[in-house]
């Protein structure tokens, strides 16, 4: 069946720090990927995706590229800001499980100033 | 455009009771699925709805149920309330069954 997993987090940075999250996946299809952000209270925000092997998506500073190879989308973002501050959730959907989005437990991240 | 709209944001049952949430999707959004967030178990699918009918259920017992109605609107419903359902049940809607999801706030269920 289809899982991501996720780095365990809490992630504390520095402000200005340049942050990556690690997310694999095993899917049985072709996934889609993407990146969903929750802020304290609040529920989840689609970050960025992508669809097919080598897409990148990009989105407010943070990207990912789709690596079918590795089974990976990582998320990146070269300066981190202390409103980056929240959970960040990898997630797959492909046909074979209904299009369902599959989440990992999420990473949360705090940015200090 | 508006976004994704839950109600109630919060409840309080007790055990033993039944729940109803509902959901508004985003204007001219056909599908809508819900989700389970608890600490222990993250984010676990419930049900998808597309034009009124379920078209893909999660591994939840049948005490979960859900309904679509010709508006798109959505209602979940949780009988016999145990303790472990407490969570936020977050709502998603899109175009179709490949588009992007977008969540709503989510009801924050408490079952005492």
């Known amino acids: 069946g289809n899982s991501v997993t996720q780095m365990e987090g809490p992630v504390t940075l520095s402000e200005e720090a340049f942050l990556t999250i690690n997310c694999t996946y095993t899917?049985?299809?072709?996934?889609?990927l993407f990146w969903y952000v929750q802020y304290p209270g609040e529920g989840l925000q689609l970050l960025l995706k992508?669809?097919?092997?080598?897409d990148k998506g990009s989105n407010k500073g943070f990207e990912a590229t789709y690596r079918k190879e590795t089974t990976s989308f990582h998320l990146e973002k070269g300066s981190v800001q202390v409103s980056d501050s929240a959970v960040y959730f990898c997630?797959?959907?492909?046909?074979?499980?209904?299009?369902?989005?599959?989440f990992g437990k999420g990473t949360s991240l705090l940015v200090t100033p | 455009k508006a976004g994704v709209t839950q109600t109630p944001r919060y409840l309080i049952k007790t055990r033993g009771q039944q729940v109803t949430l509902s959901c508004s999707p985003i204007?001219?959004?056909?599908?809508v699925s819900w989700y389970q967030q608890t600490p222990g178990q993250g984010l676990q699918f419930l049900f998808e709805?597309?034009?009124?009918?379920?078209?893909n259920k999660g591994n939840f017992p049948g005490r979960f149920s859900g309904r679509q109605f010709s508006n798109s609107r959505s209602e979940m419903n949780v009988s016999t309330l145990e303790l472990g359902d407490s969570a936020l049940y977050l709502c998603?809607?899109?175009?179709?069954?490949?588009?992007?999801?977008?969540f709503g706030p989510g009801t924050r269920l408490t079952v005492l």
């Open positions: 998603a809607s899109s175009l179709d069954n490949v588009g992007g999801k977008f």
């Open positions: 899917a049985t299809g072709y996934p889609s």
């Open positions: 992508a669809t097919k092997a080598d």
């Open positions: 997630a797959l959907r492909d046909s074979n499980s209904g299009y369902a989005l599959n």
């Open positions: 204007s001219g959004h056909r599908s």
């Open positions: 709805y597309f034009s009124e009918t379920q078209r």
